[in-house]
């Protein structure tokens, strides 16, 4: 397995612009989170699916974030519109089941001009 | 809800020195606790983990140890090497719950 896959890699974009995140997790996994790392903040939980649901999304910062997850191989973290404060390393992570292992991607580094 | 907190925020040692990182956690329901690695630039990545039905856990040069009387867990890194700097996060969780992550420490291995 070739791993969590998050795209793109790096995104640079103008305030105000839609920007979307992509993750594929490891396939058989049932439970994918969406992280985002500052130095300032650290490691925060975004958002938590278990079998495709939101379970937990309080990690949300505002209305401008949304997640989905249509299916049990991909999800999509949006932020519409963007500001300069979005900018950070998004990591997707996934877990075969509770309190197992989680595996991260290789993280989405967000750059808001 | 559940808390972690990790100290300290950077460790400095001698290369082939220990090095030991503490978390403490707050709800006595917790019952995983896993220890990452990130190196500068990458993602974290599981070093060990351990359930709340063992005290201690061993892989090599790495151990974790834990108390669940006074809630809280540690990692511990003998013989020191470069390679060990990055940064040490903390978690803990309980059954069907996400997971809940200390605040992260900065280990540097000085030569």
């Known amino acids: 397995d070739a791993g969590v896959i998050q795209s793109p890699r790096h995104e640079v974009t103008e305030m105000g612009q839609e920007v979307t995140l992509r993750c594929k997790p490891i396939s058989g996994h049932n439970s994918l989170f969406w992280y985002r790392q500052t130095m300032m903040r650290g490691l925060e939980l975004l958002i938590y699916f278990n079998n495709n649901v939101p379970i937990d999304d309080s990690g949300m910062p505002e209305d401008r974030f949304s997640a989905k997850m249509p299916n049990a191989s991909f999800s999509t973290l949006k932020i519409q519109p963007s500001e300069p404060r979005d900018s950070a390393v998004y990591f997707c992570?996934?877990?075969?089941?509770?309190?197992?292992?989680?595996?991260f991607g290789q993280g989405t580094r967000l750059t808001v001009v | 809800g559940e808390n972690v907190e990790q100290h300290p925020s950077t460790l400095s040692v001698q290369e082939g020195d220990s090095a030991v990182i503490k978390c403490t956690y707050s709800?006595?329901?917790?019952?995983?606790f896993p220890w990452y690695k990130q190196e500068l630039g990458k993602r974290p990545q599981l070093i060990i983990d351990i359930r709340s039905n063992v005290g201690e856990k061993k892989d090599q040069r790495i151990a974790v140890t834990l108390n669940k009387t006074a809630k809280h867990f540690s990692l511990h890194i003998t013989e020191t090497q470069p390679e060990d700097s990055a940064v040490y996060f903390c978690a803990a969780s309980k059954s069907n719950y996400q997971l809940i992550w200390g605040a992260g420490t900065k280990l540097i291995i000085k030569p």
């Open positions: 709800d006595s329901a917790s019952n995983y």
């Open positions: 992570a996934s877990r075969v089941s509770e309190n197992t292992e989680a595996f």
